[in-house]
Every structure is written in structure tokens, then in C-alpha cells.
């Protein structure tokens, strides 16, 4: 929902700075496996009980997230690239809820599966959403320029990251953050699927 707001915010910088990164020869897929290793980085920290230390690789992972997309329009832009960019971005978000589970297995067990199932549902839907829009050549850049149609929602990219900060600042409501936010992905690809139906029923 907050997406393309804050991609008319964040682009300019990120772009200037992509071309500084390309310039000294670096990759899009660098940039984009240092922010999956750096999420990943991220989720240990949680697990070992440090989720405030967690938000320094936290959100350098995603500032490289948003480079990434940058220095491949400084250099060029490739279908892997565009793969390898949501299939890292996925693994990501499940791997910051694993390490609160982690942290406290009794305390966010529940929670935690529940939020990954939502996380589950709300990717099948976006990226089947994709799929379908591509057969029928549909193109968007509301949510910047990306290498498959992004489906709008309730819940973007955006809207996950202030929820995965709000953990790490508040660890001890993880259960009721969860529950709340796992709730509104199902809203989410619920939305999504009933708006898949309307175009793409024929």
C-alpha cells in the first residue's frame, strides 16, 4: 500500500549511489546476495537474543535490496537478476520470524508458524498474480521498475519492514504483532485472488 509512496522517496538517492556501485564494477547479484547475507545475519542476531543489535544488518540488507534494482538499471537489467532479487527477498522474510522463533521457541512458536503460513498464502498469490499478468501482458511501475508485475495490497515491502523493525524494538509482543499482521496477509492475498478473478476470468 505505503510502496509506491516510498519508492518516489527512496529511488532518486538509491539510483545515484547504483551508479556509483556499478561504476567500480560491481554486480546487481552482488549487491543482491550482501542483502540476503546480511537478512540472514540479521535473523541469527534475533535468534542469539540481540533483536535492537539486529536492526543495523536489518536494514542495511534491505537498503541493498533497493541498490540492487539500482546498479541494474545503471548496468543492465537481466531476467536472473530479477529472480534471484525475489526468490533472496523471500527468504529473507521468512528468516526474521524463524529467529524469533528461535529465540523464544514456547513463547512465538504459534505465532510464528502462523506467520509464516500468511507469509506462505501472500507469496503464492503475489507471484501467481505475476504469472498471470505476464500471459496477459500487463505492465506496471507503480511500485518502481521491477523484472515481474508486482499486485498491489494491503501488505507491501514497505509495510513488512516497519513490522519487522517494530519486533525488534518491541521482541516481547512478537505473538500479538504477529497474529495481527499475519492476519492482514491473509486479508491481503485474499484481496488479491478476488481481484485475480475479476480480470483474469474469461
Known amino acids: 500500500m505505503l510502496d509506491r509512496y516510498a519508492r518516489q522517496l527512496i529511488d532518486p ?11 567500480i564494477g560491481m554486480t546487481a547479484n552482488s549487491v543482491t546476495l550482501i542483502g540476503l547475507g546480511l537478512g540472514l545475519f ?19 540488507s534491505r537498503m541493498a535490496d533497493g541498490l ?8 543492465k537489467k537481466t ?14 522474510y521468512g528468516a526474521i520470524p524463524m ?7 514456547i513463547a512465538n512458536g504459534a505465532a510464528g508458524a502462523f506467520l509464516l503460513t500468511a507469509f506462505y498464502f501472500n507469496g503464492a498469490s503475489f507471484l501467481g498474480y505475476a504469472v498471470l499478468a505476464e500471459k496477459h501482458g ?19 515491502g514497505t509495510e513488512t519492514i516497519v513490522f519487522f523493525v517494530l519486533l525488534c524494538l518491541l ?23 478476488y481481484a485475480a478473478k475479476q480480470i483474469y476470468t474469461a
Do not use: H
Request: charge should be neutral; charged fraction near 15%; aromatic fraction near 12%.
Open 171 to 193: 521482541p516481547d509482543y512478537f505473538a500479538p504483532l504477529s497474529w495481527a499482521f499475519g492476519a492482514l496477509c491473509f486479508v491481503t492475498a485474499s484481496l488479491r485472488i
Open 13 to 23: 538517492p538509491l539510483n545515484r549511489l547504483g551508479r556509483g556501485i556499478a561504476a
Open 99 to 105: 529467529g524469533f522463533v528461535w529465540l523464544s521457541p
Open 68 to 75: 540492487d534494482g539500482a546498479v541494474a538499471r545503471a548496468t
Open 42 to 60: 540479521a535473523a541469527l542476531v534475533i535468534a542469539l537474543g540481540a533483536p535492537m543489535l539486529a536492526l543495523i544488518p536489518l536494514l542495511a
Open 79 to 92: 531476467d536472473f537478476g530479477g529472480y534471484l532479487d525475489i526468490t533472496a527477498d523471500f527468504l529473507f
Open 138 to 156: 500487463l505492465k506496471t511501475d507503480a511500485q518502481g521498475q521491477k523484472s515481474l508485475y508486482y499486485s498491489n495490497g494491503i501488505l507491501e
